[in-house]
């Protein structure tokens, strides 16, 4: 038996591969860097062989850097959620580049859909509203560019899968065509009360059910990897969409337990129990994990655009050379110079999900300079953060004592102490980030029988933040963020109003 948990953390910006111990620390790791495709404003791509590609090599370096493939004892994998690839059953070779989450190709399609009434009835079966950001309006895309392909995938030659199943269907050199339920949860296909594909959504956008994978637990046992990738066949046991994977590796297995992920995007995650949960307040009710008898139900708030922010600062406003130049920049301004930054670069998420919102900046004054822009990046963070607790709680959830945080952003001190003043809510940050690779780690084992227990070590927490802004300035500067925010609406409505046939924003 292997003394190491190999994890594989496919995301947005790169593909990485941690080798864990049994005891969930760290002892190799590989990153590759992920080509971002722009074919058209608002779209947004993958290239499916370089994923594959680049998580071949990162696996195989880990695995060299723990002694080789009989120190591996499972493989755990999590991934960015939603993105949509569709392949050729017989060759593995994808019909189309990897339609990524950012992606608003489909806004239009989205957008018939709410005025046709069907988001009622989306939002009662998925826990999902209507947004490009899924994945089912991506796959009709795809089936539709082509006449020829949606005639394959009636005659099920075509295979679906978001990344994690795309990965799956590689290391087992086509033997498994599954998704885990977290991942399913994510399509706009699935059944959250039933658990189970949805026949009449798969009638309602158009997608034949025969190209959809099995789903399983988080923890089931996916297939084994072929020989010929590592050396040896290792058994794949954990898969967790990123969002959940982060649930996971936080050890967020009781009810109003909260965690937030600072990515590319921001995601705020809750456990809300075993019953399904219905919000009326736009944010998405989704499956939080399934492993043996654990199982629970998450109210997820989405945020589009967090690091990202900070990237478009650096390398399209080249406002700072590093993202950790942002920090000394907000810290040495006395306030914001009445500047909101609202990062509308792919639309606004929740809970105003609104695909046609772009970024917009507000409260310039001859006064204003270029640090203001830079803070109000960071800022942005933390009002949309904000904006989630107050949904969360106008459903009904619990209030959250200690907010778990991971991902690059946190790295930025002066960031957590502004989301803690401008949330009032203590932050918390484990000394280890890498909370989907840790969460995807723990599944893996559990699954393989290593451990008895999804609530294992590996995520302690070293640094608090605690509110100190008054009350009054913490309603200034929100009044000032919401009129921002209606600022973007209502451009976007006006732009939508002058292009009846709608737009697509601009992308990073």
């Not at 990344?163 to 991942?183: C, K, M, P, Y």
């Not at 994978?213 to 066949?233: I, K, L, N, T, Y």
Request: glycine share 10%.
């Amino acid at each position: 038996m292997g003394k190491h948990i190999l994890a594989i953390d496919q995301g947005t910006t790169s593909t990485r591969a941690i080798a864990f111990d049994l005891e969930f620390a760290p002892r190799a790791a590989a990153q590759v860097e992920l080509t971002q495709h722009y074919p058209h404003p608002g779209w947004v791509e993958h290239d499916a062989e370089e994923i594959w590609s680049a998580t071949l090599a990162v696996c195989r370096d880990a695995i060299e850097a723990v002694g080789g493939a009989a120190n591996i004892a499972a493989i755990g994998i999590t991934n960015q959620r939603e993105t949509t690839i569709i392949w050729d059953r017989k060759t593995g070779a994808p019909v189309h580049k990897a339609i990524v989450w950012q992606d608003r190709r489909t806004s239009e399609i989205c957008a018939k859909l709410r005025e046709q009434g069907r988001e009622e009835r989306v939002q009662a079966t998925t826990g999902l509203l209507l947004d490009p950001y899924f994945s089912a309006t991506k796959i009709a895309w795809i089936l539709d560019s082509d006449p020829a392909l949606r005639a394959r995938a009636e005659r099920g030659e075509l295979a679906f899968g978001t990344i994690e199943t795309f990965l799956v269907w590689r290391l087992t050199q086509g033997r498994a065509h599954i998704s885990d339920i977290t991942n399913a949860s994510r399509t706009l296909l699935f059944d959250i009360s039933k658990r189970s594909w949805s026949e009449e959504m798969c009638a309602l956008f158009n997608v034949p059910r025969s190209v959809l994978p099995e789903v399983a637990a988080c923890d089931a046992h996916f297939g084994d990897s072929d020989p010929q990738h590592f050396g040896r066949a290792i058994p794949i046991h954990g898969i967790a969409g990123d969002q959940q994977a982060a649930l996971v590796g936080h050890g967020c297995f009781n009810p109003g337990m909260a965690k937030a992920t600072f990515g590319t995007g921001a995601f705020l995650v809750m456990n809300v129990g075993d019953k399904p949960p219905h919000s009326a307040n736009r944010l998405l009710a989704t499956i939080g994990y399934q492993a043996k008898h654990a199982f629970a139900y998450a109210l997820e708030g989405s945020i589009f655009s967090a690091g990202a922010t900070m990237q478009w600062l650096r390398d399209g406003l080249k406002l700072i050379k590093t993202s950790a130049d942002s920090e000394a920049i907000a810290a040495s301004l006395e306030d914001n110079g009445g500047v909101y930054l609202v990062p509308a670069f792919a639309g606004l998420g929740a809970p105003q999900w609104s695909a046609e919102a772009r970024g917009t900046i507000t409260g310039l004054t001859r006064d204003s300079r270029l640090d203001h822009i830079v803070r109000a990046g960071l800022e942005a963070v933390g009002y949309q953060t904000a904006d989630l607790l107050d949904a969360l709680r106008a459903d009904g959830a619990p209030p959250i004592e200690s907010l778990l945080v991971d991902g690059g952003l946190t790295a930025n001190d002066w960031a957590m102490q502004f989301l803690a003043d401008i949330c009032e809510v203590e932050v918390a940050r484990p000394h280890f980030q890498e909370m989907t690779a840790l969460g995807a780690a723990k599944l893996a084992a559990y699954g393989a029988g290593l451990i008895s227990s999804l609530d294992a070590a590996g995520a302690a927490t070293i640094t608090r933040w605690k509110p100190h802004l008054g009350d009054g300035q913490r309603k200034t500067l929100r009044a000032g963020w919401e009129a921002a925010v209606s600022a973007a609406l209502c451009a976007a409505e006006a732009g939508r109003m002058v292009s009846p046939s709608g737009f697509e924003p601009e992308t990073l």
